[in-house]
């Protein structure tokens, strides 16, 4: 069976976690995890979802990854859990369509991201 060409105009527009989701993030891991949890990009299909999250990053950010870690990035299941690294956060939000991750890095610091705040004001 031949999967669907991946075509960027499909990407989802980004869109924000509500707080009270993000409040209750207390890792990275869950943000990672809700995040990919909650894509819009896909089938469903985790494994054939991390193929086309592979491409994606390499082709738009040029990021490498190494294949069997991603499962353990976004499998909340997993014996042996993973943090996925902090320099692919924008590959993944561009896939999933939340900027969940960004989120999590403002509430992490205790900042405010203007964007966020001009959204949540319109």
């Given amino acids: 069976m031949q999967r669907e060409i991946f075509i960027p105009y499909n990407l989802p527009a980004l869109r924000w976690v509500d707080n ?3 409040k209750n993030w207390t ?7 809700w995040c990919w949890d909650n894509r ?9 979802d991390q193929v086309m999250f592979r491409r994606f990053a390499m082709q738009f950010y040029g990021k490498k990854m190494h294949a069997p870690h991603m499962s353990r990035w976004f499998n909340k299941h997993t014996k042996a859990p993973m943090d996925m690294p902090q320099d692919l956060a924008h590959s993944l939000e ?3 369509g939340w900027r969940g991750l960004t989120q999590y890095f403002n509430r992490s610091v205790k900042a405010t991201c203007l964007e966020e705040l001009q959204a ?3």
């Fill in 27 to 33: 890792s990275w891991r869950e943000a990672v995890i």
């Fill in 40 to 48: 819009e990009l896909g089938e469903g299909d985790d494994i054939g």
């Fill in 20 to 22: 009270e989701t993000v």
């Fill in 120 to 122: 949540r004001a319109a």
């Fill in 94 to 96: 561009g896939f999933t």
